[in-house]
């Protein structure tokens, strides 16, 4: 069971009081269920994945990226028509932090080399990759999503990715060399037969 830590929105949290608490519930109600050997903590916030590690090491974690994580606020802000805000967080984890509209709280990644540190950072075992990550680097440079595969492979990481709405976009990502492949259709279930243990 896939378990996506969610930062709090529209709040800004720079204490990360809100985060500490739904860590601490989430790994409390996995414990409770006697499911720690069943679940995977999801999430696009390193600050949530570091507070689970704490509280919990011995369930599994994914670190998540988009590709806005990777723009400027300027790009971001003319993509979504949203406005960016830098926001100061005690786990900031060295990274720069920004709310985006009312929507979104992420940490921006000056690189995908930055990406992968702070997977390791956050003992994650898994990273995931949006289709928004690998669709615009595969068109800026052919195979660069298969070799962000294979360096997270090397540096022991599993790598999901998603979403595959479409036949086409399960066959990019199984193109890619990912572990696993999300999807919100039963397409996965004619493509994969199998889903890899973490």
């Avoid at 930062?7 to 860590?23: G, L, R, T």
């Avoid at 409390?28 to 679940?39: L, P, S």
């Avoid at 990550?133 to 999901?160: D, I, K, M, N, W």
């Amino acid at each position: 069971m896939i378990v996506e830590l969610k930062a709090f929105s529209p709040h800004c949290d720079p204490n990360d009081e809100f985060e500490e608490a739904v860590a601490s519930a989430a790994v409390r109600e996995v414990r409770r269920a006697g499911m720690t050997d069943q679940v995977i903590f999801d999430s696009f916030s390193p600050a949530l994945l570091y507070l689970a590690a704490q509280e919990a090491p011995e369930i599994p974690r994914e670190l998540d990226i988009s590709g806005l994580q990777l723009l400027t606020p300027e790009q971001v802000t003319a993509i979504t028509g949203l406005p960016v805000t830098i926001i100061e967080k005690r786990i900031s984890l060295g990274l720069t932090w920004a709310e985006i509209g009312p929507v979104f709280r992420l940490p921006g990644y000056a690189s995908v080399q930055q990406f992968l540190a702070t997977g390791i950072a956050t003992r994650a075992r898994i990273l995931g990759g949006e289709l928004d990550f690998f669709g615009p680097a595969e068109q800026q440079q052919p195979g660069s999503g298969a070799v962000f595969v294979g360096a997270a492979h090397a540096l022991g990481f599993r790598v999901y990715a998603d979403p595959a709405r479409t036949e086409a976009d399960w066959n990019f990502f199984a193109l890619l060399g990912v572990d696993a492949i999300y999807s919100d259709i039963p397409l996965g279930v004619r493509l994969q037969p199998g889903i890899p243990d973490p």
